[in-house]
């Protein structure tokens, strides 16, 4: 009998070995390429993730580098705006003030007018306050020295005779230096004859002499010359003559003397009062 198992052909079935190594290897070889896969896929992700976040901050930025530009430009807008206000207002203003400077200058100008009219009202009533030659030149003395602000002065009139001024008061002046003066030759002489006053305004006042008054003022009753004040010098503040001064010299010019001379008529007939009768013609 023969032996069939020995005959026997081994089994087809047992896959051979080198085929499991095979597929083992292809499978591990597939495994780590989508290992590789997925890890380029999650590096290529967090690249795209970075991008994506650096060009939303770009994007914040830009937008606000925008919405700076725009608060900038509107910043700038309003500035320049402010500017031409600013100008505008400044430019009123200097109208305004230049109005006001005038106007202070105005009021002033009308303070010191008013002034001088107070001061020639003042001397006006000063000089016919009184009906005594003493009242009325002690009232002439206080206008020359408060008004005209004279240190030293002297008033004259001429003599009966018409040949000399002969002083008939006087202010800070010695009286041996009190003398007659001819009518004819120097300053005063000059003045009674021609009924002109002679007042330097191109001196200081203050430092006048007995030999060169700086004001010389006749002294007129109907258009008639009687007399001059002489003013010698000022008190020492009072270094040249305002305008109100020149009045101040044409009101004592024109009515100290009729004063006077009313005030002297007066006290000659023992201050009696004209008769009625004295009045009867003088209606117009």
């Known amino acids: 009998m023969s032996d069939n198992s020995e005959k026997r052909p081994p089994a087809s079935s047992e896959p051979p070995a080198n085929d499991l190594r095979r ?26 993730i970075s991008r994506l976040r650096y060009l939303e901050n770009e994007n914040a930025r830009l937008r606000s580098a925008v919405e700076a530009d725009v608060a900038v430009r509107e910043l700038l807008a309003k500035i320049e705006r402010l500017e031409r206000e600013k100008e505008e207002l400044v430019h009123r203003f200097r109208e305004v003030e230049a109005s006001s400077s005038g106007f202070s200058d105005r009021f002033q100008e009308i303070e ?16 016919h306050a009184s009906l005594s030659p003493r009242g009325v030149m002690r009232r002439v003395k206080e206008v020359l020295a408060q008004l005209v602000g004279a240190e030293r002065y002297a008033i004259y009139f001429v003599n009966r005779e018409g040949t000399e001024l002969v002083p008939i008061a006087s202010e800070g002046i010695a009286g041996n230096d009190l003398l007659n003066r001819p009518i004819h030759g120097g300053v005063l ?11 330097l305004d191109d001196v200081d006042p ?13 002294l007129i ?34 009515q100290a003397a009729w004063a006077i001379v009313s005030a002297t008529l007066f006290a000659a007939v023992d201050h009696r009062l004209p008769g009625l009768e004295a009045f009867v013609d003088l209606s117009v």
């Open 23 to 48: 597929e083992k290897e292809q499978f591990l070889a597939t495994f780590g390429i989508g290992a590789r896969l997925s890890e380029e896929m999650i590096s290529e992700y967090e690249r795209v």
């Open 221 to 254: 009753v109907d258009e008639k010359t009687v007399g001059v004040i002489a003013v010698y010098s000022t008190l020492a503040q009072k270094t040249r003559f305002d305008t109100v001064d020149y009045e101040l010299f044409n009101l004592l010019g024109s």
């Open 112 to 127: 010191a007018e008013l002034g001088n009219l107070a001061n020639l009202l003042v001397a006006s009533r000063q000089l």
């Open 206 to 218: 203050s430092h006048g002499t007995l030999d060169g008054p700086p004001a010389v003022v006749p």
């Open 189 to 199: 002489g000059e003045v009674f004859t021609s009924g002109r006053s002679i007042i």
